[in-house]
């Protein structure tokens, strides 16, 4: 078989070749999104079989600051989405700059996560006062974690901001704000 043959061939990753970046992200990808989707499985569950303890856990959570870093989260999404425009036009210095835009309000989203975690803690409220917070500080945490897996992400490809390095690493950022965008109103606004 000839170079050119195994070319013709492709990867043999199938559909993922389709998608922008590595495709060994979007296996990544794929695996966390269910791992999220059996961490928020669990929670309905558990709310289904303890739905006084969930609302009255819900009850406590700041909805406002909660909705305030879906706002910075989806704008970094936004920002991110820029650096992949700037970075497919050959422009890696705005790309670095919108990159560096996302990792910014990242890291505003941890700070707000961190003083809405404080409030929770101040009241007296932690993994192991009712199963709601049980579910709630794994669930969150885990995604914190994510957010700033995505920061570090971000600032790898943010040096060379080659176009498939940007779309590998703003893929996985989006990965981070879709989870948001379904974590926030299961744990904050659905009743």
């Known amino acids: 078989m000839s170079a050119a043959d195994f070319e013709q061939q492709g990867t043999g ?7 922008p970046g590595d495709p060994m992200m979007w296996v990544l990808i794929f695996s966390e999104l269910a791992a999220f989707g059996l ?37 970094s999404g936004w920002t991110a989405a820029r650096a992949t425009a700037a970075a497919r036009a050959g422009a890696r210095g705005c790309a670095r700059g919108w990159l560096f ?4 309000l ?9 003083l809405e ?21 794994l669930l969150t945490g885990f995604h914190l974690l994510h957010v700033g897996l995505g920061i570090v ?3 790898v490809v943010s040096r060379g901001a080659r176009p498939a390095s940007v779309e590998t690493g703003t893929a996985f950022w ?3 704000d ?4 379904v974590i926030f109103p299961i744990l904050y606004l659905v009743r």
């Open 101 to 104: 835009s996302a990792m910014a």
């Open 153 to 155: 992400i971000l600032a």
């Open 13 to 19: 990753w199938g559909i993922l070749e389709d998608l």
């Open 39 to 75: 961490f928020l499985g669990a929670f309905v569950v558990a709310r289904a079989l303890h739905p006084a303890v969930f609302a009255a856990g819900q009850a406590t959570l700041d909805a406002h600051l909660a909705g305030l870093n879906t706002i910075v989260l989806v704008t």
């Open 178 to 181: 879709l989870l948001w965008i």
């Open 174 to 176: 989006h990965m981070v």
């Open 106 to 114: 990242g890291a505003l989203f941890i700070a707000i996560k961190l």
């Open 117 to 137: 975690y404080a409030g929770e803690i101040a009241s007296g409220n932690g993994l192991e006062t009712s199963p709601f917070f049980t579910l709630y500080f």
